[in-house]
Nanobody
Framework: QLQASGGGLAQPGGSLRLSCAAS????????IAWFRQAPGKEREGISC????????YYADSVNGRFTISRDNAKNAAYLNMNSLKPEDTAVYYC????????????????WGQGTLVTVSS
């Protein structure tokens, strides 16, 4: 199972760094995706990274503001979020997915508890 952490309250224009850790398993060389869900809205895939970290994908809504990364030695993945906007408010999750190509949210195989990000002044 994966556990996302690092959420909290941020002001518009601020930054947060989310972490994703695996319990009882390894993240080595598997696709990791970040997605979010705001109240009353569908899940939205926002970023995905390949097993080696060499390929990274971003949704248009976060491209240029968010950066996905991973550290296989630490069995962790990260999402650096800059220039936060109120519309980024949501519960953020990390998960294992079959592929980063196309709809990687539909290809999720496992995910865990999310972390709440609130962007407000």
């Amino acid at each position: 199972q994966l556990q996302a952490s690092g959420g909290g309250l941020a002001q518009p224009g601020g930054s947060l760094r989310l972490s994703c850790a695996a319990s009882g398993g390894t993240l080595d060389y598997i696709f990791i995706a970040w997605f979010r869900q705001a109240p009353g809205k569908e899940r939205e895939g926002i970023s995905c990274i390949s097993g080696s970290g060499g390929s990274r994908y971003y949704a248009d809504s976060v491209n240029g503001r968010f950066t996905i990364s991973r550290d296989n030695a630490k069995n962790a993945a990260y999402l650096n979020m800059n220039s936060l906007k109120p519309e980024d408010t949501a519960v953020y999750y990390c998960g294992v997915t079959h592929t980063c190509n196309g709809d990687y949210v539909s290809s999720l195989t496992t995910w865990g508890q999310g972390t709440l990000v609130t962007v407000s002044s």
